[in-house]
Structures are given as C-alpha cells and as structure tokens.
C-alpha cells in the first residue's frame, strides 16, 4: 500500500514539475526598449525628448535622441554602441553592456520613436 501511495505522489509531483517548466518561460518578457535604455543609464547623456526622457547631464542639444530613426539605421546603431563602427571618426564613448536580445529591443525602441511621435 505505501508503494502505492508512493507512486502516486511521484506521479502527481512529476506532472506538477513538467507542467511548471513548460510554462515557466511564458511569463518572462525582455524588458522594453525604453526600460533598457533607462537601466543602461543612457539618460545620463542622451534625452529622448519625444518621450519625455532628460538627460542627467545637459551637454547639448544633440544629445536628444528623438530623431535617430532618420539618422541611422538599427544595425549601425548596434555596431555604434558595441564600438564596432564609428560616427564622425569616433566610437561611442561607452559600450552597451547588455545582452545582444537587450541591444536589438534597445535599437528597435530607438528606430520607433519618431514613428510614434508623428503618429499618435
């Protein structure tokens, strides 16, 4: 009898495991490009004043990132910010130290944010 009701437990805790590794990785969702952004300290030079973004440290003006969709493209940028590809003869000063699925949602966020601007 107790290999009985040993059994069954075994029975019950594998199917509660399986169906809890099954679904484990439904629930996690990458982080949005803009929660990248702000978790990469990006703001601390760079505002994204179509999204109400400022940047720690006001430089200039230039730093506003709205308007990047129509500067360059979303693999340049990647390249740009993991110091593969330079602007102007100079690398970004600090490579993107995130994951290569963080760097794509951070360019595509940056790609988009224009589009939203003008269209909402």
Do not use: R
Not at 50 to 58: G, L, M, S, V, Y
Request: charged share 25%; with cysteine.
């Amino acid at each position: 009898m107790n290999k009985i009701i040993f059994t069954y437990f075994m029975f019950v805790f594998v199917i509660i495991a399986l169906y809890g590794m099954a679904y484990a990785h439904v629930g996690y969702q990458f982080p949005s490009g803009e929660n990248i952004f702000i978790e990469s300290k990006c703001n601390s030079c760079h505002s994204v004043e179509a999204e109400n973004i400022e940047a720690k440290i006001k430089k200039n003006s230039t730093n506003d990132l709205s308007d990047i969709d129509s500067k360059l493209d979303a693999d340049f940028l990647a390249k740009y910010l993991t110091k593969t590809e330079k602007i102007n003869d100079k690398m970004h000063p600090v490579v993107f130290k995130g994951s290569k699925e963080e760097l794509k949602e951070l360019t595509t966020w940056l790609k988009t944010i224009n589009n939203k601007k003008c269209c909402n």
